[in-house]
């Protein structure tokens, strides 16, 4: 069993996690993703992807690894800037300290290979707790749209590892939405996101590698 | 490619009625918050229109049979909802959240039957044991209905064998989880308590199922036990 909500320092460079880094590591894979570039641009996957391969999971790993990035810098911030308070507070805490596991989960997978952090211009979305809110359900929507689109080119064994992720993802989006007076679950399916329309949802939100 | 039409199938029966949409139409426009409504429109606009086609066409026996599971869990959630909705015993905002996620639990199972057309299972005979009854009984039973309904299509995604059928599958186990979330907030618990979600097995699934004793072999009768007499 892992641990409930542990405390965030806790969380900061865990080894915990459901991915395989053996399993990455064993055939090259990770080496072979490497020879892509990926400094000074935000990772982009070509939609037209092959055959589930352990090399092509380490691709979309990266893309994974810019997500939680992205999710862990949002969090912090605006815990630090948004003025939250009460619920929301109570929210973006126990994110963070989720959004920090799936980060040290995607870099213990990718290990040495693991891209550079991106950097972030959040603009006024981390400023305020109204700004905080629509961001957060719209990065939290990216997260769970970009596993889901993923799903079908992921090995079976890293695909059972992205699950545990993506509904904790949704319930995130879930969770803020409740808190606002939302409706949680808008719709009767997720649509799913291709690697190219997460980049480009990253970038709008003021993410660039 | 098969699977390609199959998913549409399946995506285009999710909600073919617009039943969802109008269930959450109505609970957004009594929801407290409507300046942030903009960004549901976005969101709201997944019902594709493409329907047609032989049901269960290109989908393997394995697949089927993980669909029918699915199904089962489905007929489970949405004769769920539908029962607390008709009994009356919820108020405000666990009235109208039992409202979108029973609408959107009878389309998953609407699409389900669609897609497996003669292959899909019969909806079982339920009993829920009077937690449709009451407000609190309900929103327990809700997340825990919800809870195993995320570990259970997580269990299943990986042996799926139709991609198809997979990106279908992970659209709705996700929407399970938000599901799961918001109950949970309802009944005023943490809606997120792990970083990552556990998956469940089959026969996990079927034990906790049978120990809920919601699937019953026929109406229950008044009278379990045979009278006794004494004289």
Redesign the interface.
Same mark, same amino acid.
């Given at each position: 069993m &892992? =641990? *409930?909500?542990p405390a965030i320092e806790e969380?900061e460079g865990s080894i915990h996690? =459901?991915f395989s880094r053996r399993a990455l590591l064993g055939t090259g894979a990770v080496a072979a993703a490497a020879g892509v570039p990926l400094v000074g641009r935000l990772f982009r996957l070509g939609d037209a992807l092959g055959a589930p391969s352990k090399a092509q999971d380490a691709k979309i790993l990266q893309l994974v690894l810019q997500l939680e990035y992205t999710q862990v810098a949002f969090y912090q911030e605006a815990l630090k800037h948004a003025g939250l308070e009460g619920e929301l507070r109570d929210f973006a805490r126990? *994110?963070l !300290? $989720?959004?920090r596991? $799936?980060l040290a989960?995607v870099k213990s997978a990718l290990g040495a290979n693991a891209g550079a952090k991106p950097t972030f211009n959040f603009g006024q979305r981390t400023k305020s707790a109204r700004a905080f809110? &629509?961001s957060a359900?719209?990065l939290e929507?990216i997260a769970?749209a970009g596993?889901?689109g993923q799903?079908?080119n992921l090995t079976? +064994?890293t695909? !059972?590892s992205a !699950?545990? #992720?993506?509904?904790?993802?949704? &319930? $995130?989006?879930?969770?803020v939405?409740? #808190? +606002?007076?939302?409706?949680?679950? =808008?719709?009767?399916?997720?649509? =799913?996101l291709t690697a190219k329309q997460v980049s480009a949802g990253l970038q709008a939100f003021g993410v660039s590698t | 490619m098969d699977g390609v039409r199959n998913v549409d199938e399946l995506l285009a029966a999710v909600d073919r009625d617009d039943a969802v949409a109008e269930a959450r139409a109505q609970a957004e426009t009594t929801s407290r918050q409507g300046l942030l409504g903009l960004t549901l429109a976005g969101a709201g606009a997944f019902v594709l229109t493409r329907v047609g086609g032989a049901a269960a066409a290109g989908v393997s026996a394995t697949d089927v049979n993980i669909l029918n599971y699915a199904l089962t869990l489905e007929y489970l959630q949405a004769s769920f909802y539908t029962e607390a909705e008709r009994s009356g015993a919820l108020a405000g905002k666990t009235a109208q959240a039992a409202r979108v996620v029973g609408a959107t639990e009878r389309a998953h199972v609407a699409a389900f039957l669609k897609l497996l057309g003669s292959k899909a299972v019969k909806r079982p005979t339920f009993d829920f044991q009077g937690t449709t009854e009451q407000q609190r009984a309900f929103l327990k039973t809700a997340v825990a209905l919800e809870d195993l309904a995320v570990a259970a299509y997580k269990g299943q995604a990986p042996k799926l064998q139709s991609n198809a059928v997979l990106v279908a599958a992970v659209g709705i186990h996700s929407v399970e989880a938000r599901h799961a979330a918001w109950m949970r907030a309802l009944f005023g618990v943490t809606p997120a308590v792990n970083a990552f979600d556990q998956p469940a097995s089959r026969a996990s699934v079927g034990r906790i199922v049978a120990s809920t004793q919601f699937i019953v072999d026929k109406p229950r009768m008044r009278a379990r036990n045979k009278p006794k007499f004494t004289g």
């Open positions: &892992r =641990p *409930t909500i969380c996690g =459901p126990a *994110t !300290a $989720h959004e596991q $799936h989960a809110t &629509r359900i719209e929507d769970v596993y889901n799903a079908a079976k +064994a695909l !059972a !699950a545990e #992720i993506v509904s904790v993802e949704a &319930r $995130h989006a879930a969770w939405r409740a #808190i +606002a007076g939302q409706v949680a679950a =808008p719709d009767p399916v997720d649509k =799913p | -």
